[in-house]
């Protein structure tokens, strides 16, 4: 039996899309050992909100260095949690299943004393999958000794854990060099995106690039329906 393997820096409550991305994939490599990249996913994402769309932010502390790593990442104020919460409990308290999912998240919030971006990440996306009911294994990258290259690392990565088949994003095929994969015997695919249904929604228009936690609290038991790899 093979093993595929999805290699990817942890994201803020993520979208759809990242959580297919986990459930089509046997373990996801938390790959935070990179550069922290400013106004990205890696602490923010967005959500509906009676007012339009609207960005949900942790603020961060940069220490000034260059190569800031994803994992050295520490946050800056602790109030986010309560003004996050706050925000999806006003944006969402008239879907049909916020209720359902309340409790949860709403001590996900307000009991977080991490200060590091990465296991508040984690943590999220660790929520999200128990309630999709995504059972895929997640580890950190920093776990196994990954090598030099941005290729050559995936390769290491992959092969540290058994994987016969590497799952990558869209993105990374302009750097990801598909002979390296090759000469190790590792299959590289790429997820496609497109394609989507769309939910019930509330606050307008729908929107696909939202949080996942627009998909838990619109359709409940049924967002896996909704997504690549429950269909």
């Known amino acids: 039996m093979g093993k595929r393997v999805a290699i990817i820096q942890s994201n803020y409550v993520p979208w759809k899309g990242y959580f297919d991305l986990i459930g089509l994939a046997d373990e996801l490599i938390l790959y935070d050992e990179v550069q922290y990249t400013k106004n990205d ?64 998240f709403e001590q996900a919030y307000l009991q977080q004393e991490e200060p590091m971006l990465s296991k508040i990440n984690r943590s999220f996306i660790e929520l999200a999958c128990r309630l999709l009911g995504i059972r895929t294994r997640i580890s950190w990258s920093l776990d196994y000794e990954s090598g030099t290259g941005k290729s050559e690392k995936l390769v290491r990565l992959c092969k540290a854990v058994g994987g016969t088949e590497y799952l990558s994003g869209p993105a990374a095929r302009a750097y990801i060099d598909a002979g390296v994969f090759a000469k190790e015997g590792i299959t590289l695919r790429y997820m496609d995106y497109s394609g989507y249904p769309e939910y019930p929604q509330l606050h307008g228009g729908f929107e696909h690039a939202v949080s996942v936690l627009d998909l838990l609290f619109n359709t409940g038991p049924d967002a896996r329906k909704y997504m690549k790899h429950g269909t």
């Open 41 to 104: 996913w890696r602490n923010r994402n967005r959500i509906k909100t009676a007012n339009g769309v609207a960005w949900l932010t942790i603020p961060i502390r940069l220490s000034g260095r260059f190569g800031q790593r994803i994992c050295d990442t520490e946050v800056e104020d602790g109030r986010w949690r309560r003004k996050h919460w706050a925000t999806l409990a006003q944006s969402y308290a008239r879907a049909p299943f916020f209720d359902t999912y309340r409790a949860d």
